[in-house]
């Protein structure tokens, strides 16, 4: 099977690849209703999925021919409500034999170019799984440009329903998304993006139910343990303070019966980051 299948997490964000010799990497994201939180800005677990494919493109090129498996990744979010479309720009902090890490910045490539998120990330390297073999990695001597989006492709629902995600416990963030083609990655575990919209919707869920009624999440590190193959996938939350609230978050492949992920997750109020937001748009 061909990577990404058509119906696709990647595709219906319309994700655009933008590589050229001696300029940053760049994934581009085009921006829908469906795909904003209720303060306005893009849902962290969106961010968090440009983060991934750009940077992971990035990182390839590095350790080629191995392959990689993301460790972390952290995003962390500006009181900015952007117009879009969003641009990624990636670049290489660290590549050794084992690990390369990646920073990536998200602007705003609307009216005026706010920065609207920064992100790092870390891969290790790993041999390549068979079910990669026929995806190529370009080379930093050559441009290219790739774009995920079929004729049928984009987001029509709510992100989170879109994904397929289903609350079982609001009160205890038990969230649960069953295994599909349309979250897997390139070697048919969870996509890592879709990990972090997880822990992002399990925090927020849960601060929510103890009344933190406003709440939209900010910040969100994951740390990734396993590759969860088989799902389906579900998510328990420990709020550790709240207001300004902090949740820890455990991403569990049921199936598998292993912790894939823990996750800390940072939530303001939407109110207030409104209002923040709509200040700094002016500027």
Do not use: C
Not at 13 to 31: I, K
């Amino acid at each position: 099977m061909s990577y990404p299948p058509e119906r696709h997490v990647l595709r219906d964000l319309g994700l655009v690849l933008e590589r050229s010799p001696g300029a940053p990497d760049r994934a581009l994201l085009p921006l829908v209703p469906e795909v904003r939180d209720g303060a306005e800005r893009v849902r962290l677990g969106v961010l968090a999925t440009l983060v991934d494919v750009v940077g992971a493109g990035l990182a390839l090129r590095k350790i080629a021919p191995d392959w990689l498996a993301t460790a972390d990744l952290s995003v962390h979010a500006r009181d900015v409500v952007p117009i879009g479309p969003l641009a990624g720009e990636a670049r290489a902090l660290r590549s050794g034999r084992t690990t390369t890490v990646v920073e990536v910045r998200l602007f705003d490539e609307g009216a005026a170019r706010h920065e609207v998120a920064f992100a790092t990330m870390s891969f290790v390297r790993i041999l390549r799984p068979d079910a990669t073999r026929s995806l190529e990695t370009p080379t930093d001597e050559v441009a290219s440009r790739f774009e995920f989006a079929l004729p049928d492709s984009g987001v029509t629902r709510p992100y989170p329903e879109s994904l397929g995600i289903r609350v079982l416990d609001a009160s205890r963030g038990e969230l649960e998304l069953s295994r599909t083609d349309y979250t897997i990655n390139s070697f048919g575990s969870l996509q890592g993006g879709t990990v972090a919209s997880l822990a992002e919707l399990a925090g927020e869920v849960a601060a929510r139910a103890a009344g933190h009624e406003d709440g939209v999440s900010s910040d969100v590190a994951v740390h990734y343990l396993a590759q969860g193959p088989r799902g389906p996938y579900r998510t328990v939350a420990e709020l550790l303070r709240v207001r300004p609230t902090l949740a820890r978050v455990e991403v569990h492949d049921a199936g598998a019966g292993e912790l894939m992920a823990v996750a800390t997750v940072g939530i303001l109020d939407a109110r207030s980051s409104r209002s923040s937001a709509a200040g700094s748009a002016r500027n």
